[in-house]
């Protein structure tokens, strides 16, 4: 399974569909395998959509990201985990240890001003709804 976080320095970027790159941590369970620092010189949609398939992403984690890329990325199949914040080694530790994942996201990771609007999108375009919001 590969899990990419979109960084912004050290952080998770605040918005990803201006995001320079991505960090791709593969896992053989909750076992980190490799890594490597993905740059992402698309600035077209469905080109940056696809550059998430061709890393061979599962999951990605990021903040803000617009409706219509949201939904091409789960059409590819991509489980996303959007309005995520805080510096992406404790988020890729919270990813690991199951704390980013149903019931809900802990406040600390929550982008601010996004509480009540969680989401998180599953790939092969099934959405699951967390709190509230619409889509």
Known sequence: MKVALSVWGERISPVFDTAASVLVVTLDGAQETGRSTEPLRETFPPRRAARLVELGVDVLI??????????????????LVPFVSGEAEEVLAAWLSGGLRAPGVPRRFQMPGCYGMRRRFRGRGQKRWRTGGRL
């Open 62 to 79: 990021c903040g803000a990201v617009s409706r219509p890329l949201a939904s091409m990325i789960a059409s590819y199949g991509i489980e």
